[in-house]
């Protein structure tokens, strides 16, 4: 009888440590799709606010290079736009708009 509950816990001990182990595995495993699931996220959020600052950054541009002078507050705005579309990875034409922008006076 000895024999069979010592038995009975080895193969409890045993059984629990397998579960733990799975639910360990498990749980990291879960842990590293989440955090894939929410980088990618974050990728397509940077490239959609990116996006959307380059529209609006050329429409500023072509609005005010045809007036020929820009308010200040708008040239406010250009320049806050610019900076977070610089430091989400833009560049490329809107770096030469925003030499232009410079350009103009402000009124």
Same mark, same amino acid.
């Given at each position: ?13 045993? %059984? ?11 749980? +990291?495993? %879960?842990?590293?799709?989440? =955090?894939?699931?929410?980088?990618? =996220? ?9 996006? %959307? ?9 072509? +609005? ?31 770096? +030469? ?6 350009? %103009?006076?402000?009124?």
């Amino acid at each position: 009888m000895n024999y069979f509950i010592t038995g009975a816990v080895s193969f409890t001990v045993g %059984l629990l440590s397998f579960m733990v182990q799975q639910l360990y595995k498990d749980n +990291k495993r %879960l842990r590293e799709n989440r =955090k894939h699931a929410n980088t990618t =996220k974050e990728s397509a959020i940077k490239e959609a606010i990116c996006c %959307l600052l380059r529209v609006q950054l050329i429409q500023y541009h072509d +609005k005010y290079i045809e007036l020929g002078e820009i308010p200040s507050y708008a040239y406010q705005n250009w320049t806050m736009m610019y900076e977070a579309y610089h430091d989400l990875g833009g560049n490329g034409m809107i770096t +030469k708009m925003d030499e232009e922008i410079k350009k %103009l006076p402000i009124k």
